[in-house]
């Protein structure tokens, strides 16, 4: 009893070392490859229910030491034990060197895909009824406003141009409109505020300048509703934090005003609940705020809505596929990055934690996969622009941690692509960044 309580002990210290410096073969085959090192693939430990470890395959054989029969443990130090292809299937303790992250590093699920020709975040980015990307504006590291607009196709992984935009502008809204044409409204233009919008036309690849808004914003929102309107909510207009709202009517070309919301608000959230109302959460004026609200299309009204457990701003939200809300991240009050997170449920009205992200992070980015969860990317944790990625499961409520993404970034862009994946473009890393990754 004695000898298999330590033996068990063993084990789970060696396993304990093993998770530490090398990485499981999760949802893998036996022997599938598991690394960018083609030599490295999965091998079962003993005493487990069938769970894989990578590790190199070149070991011989005829070097490695049966493990004990009776128990399949390893007596050698830093071994451990594991079924091997080459031998017979029996079991063989395998040196913890073999199975090292530095010799088998992991196979990333983000791969680098062609640079964007200007440097740029705070951009916006749509998907083109042809499943093509459209990024447009931002500002570069010197910095400048940009005018320039790029194209990516998913078939070939390339960039090209497209007509530039009348104004520069970052901090500006893209809305691809129920006709497929994009909308870009406000927006900072080196030190202008704009009220300016412009639409771009997929089919001829131009701008034209549409009707102008009443208030010059930046930071605002922008919202299809189920009438293929556009509402356009708050935002910084030189200083002035805003609390109005506009319709841009596609068919017209034309804005009008709406009802005004109860508080000013930039850097908020807002989103089109399927029940067609416009859920408006946070954002930042002299100070950052909880308070919620809702926008009636039918009527042009708002009301107040329940307020969020933290004032938080320059967060993310996104309309989960059962219809409740899910806020994550953010900056407090303290100017500190949130980890938390949030459900909103229409039909209660209430909101309620779920479980808290590993990072707190905030200018970051929230895309609903076609499965249903939500993958987190990047953004900015207070001191440093964040490479690290993760996903909710919505029927759980846990959080993942992914992949890191090639490179660290905040402000950047997220497109759910049309084959399911997921395209990530510029933002910055103390300096502006040309480089787009996939997962």
């Not at 079962?44 to 470890?53: F, G, K, L, P, Q």
């Not at 202008?192 to 549409?210: C, I, S």
């Not at 034309?254 to 416009?278: D, E, P």
Request: glycine share 8%.
């Amino acid at each position: 009893m004695f000898r298999s309580v330590i033996y068990c002990f063993v084990f789970v210290l060696i396993n304990i070392s093993v998770q530490i410096n090398s990485h499981i073969c999760d949802g893998s085959t036996r022997y599938q490859q598991c690394s960018i090192n083609a030599a490295c693939g999965c091998l079962y430990m003993a005493n487990t229910n069938h769970t894989s470890i990578c590790g190199s395959l070149e070991m011989s054989c005829s070097t490695l030491l049966p493990c004990d029969s009776s128990n399949n443990i390893c007596n050698e130090a830093n071994h451990i034990c594991v079924h091997h292809p080459r031998c017979e299937n029996h079991s063989v303790c395998y040196p913890m060197s073999m199975i090292d992250r530095q010799l088998c590093p992991p196979l990333t699920k983000w791969i680098n895909t062609g640079n964007i020709t200007d440097a740029r975040y705070m951009h916006k980015a749509s998907i083109l009824p042809d499943g093509k990307v459209l990024i447009v504006g931002g500002i570069n590291s010197h910095p400048l406003a940009l005018k320039t607009a790029e194209i990516y196709d998913p078939s070939t992984g390339i960039w090209s141009g497209t007509q530039n935009m009348t104004y520069a502008r970052f901090g500006h809204t893209s809305s691809v409109l129920t006709n497929g044409k994009i909308l870009v409204t406000g927006g900072n233009g080196n030190g202008y505020y704009q009220n300016t919008t412009e639409l771009y036309d997929p089919l001829t690849r131009t701008w034209k300048t549409t009707g102008s808004m009443s208030y010059t914003r930046f930071g605002h929102t922008a919202s299809i509703l189920p009438n293929g309107k556009v509402l356009v909510t708050g935002g910084d207009s030189h200083g002035h934090y805003l609390n109005s709202a506009e319709l841009y009517d596609p068919l017209t070309e034309t804005w009008t005003t709406t009802g005004n919301m109860k508080y000013s608000r930039y850097q908020h959230t807002a989103s089109v609940l399927t029940n067609g109302k416009v859920l408006v959460t946070g954002g930042c004026v002299n100070d950052y705020l909880n308070s919620t609200e809702l926008y009636d299309p039918s009527t042009g009204a708002w009301t107040v809505a329940a307020v969020m457990n933290n004032a938080l701003c320059s967060h993310t939200a996104s309309v989960l596929a059962n219809g409740k809300v899910l806020i994550t991240g953010g900056s407090s009050s303290r100017a500190i990055a949130l980890n938390s997170s949030a459900l909103y449920d229409p039909s209660t009205g209430n909101w309620t934690s779920t479980s808290n992200m590993i990072n707190g992070r905030h200018f970051h980015t929230a895309s609903l996969l076609p499965n249903g969860d939500v993958l987190i990317t990047g953004g900015y944790n207070g001191s440093n622009s964040l490479n690290t990625a993760e996903l909710y499961n919505p029927s759980t409520e846990t959080w993942t941690i992914m992949d890191v993404m090639n490179s660290a970034r905040s402000i950047h862009t997220a497109s759910v692509l049309k084959n399911g994946k997921i395209l990530i473009t510029g933002g910055t890393d103390n300096s502006a960044l040309n480089s787009a990754e996939l997962y």
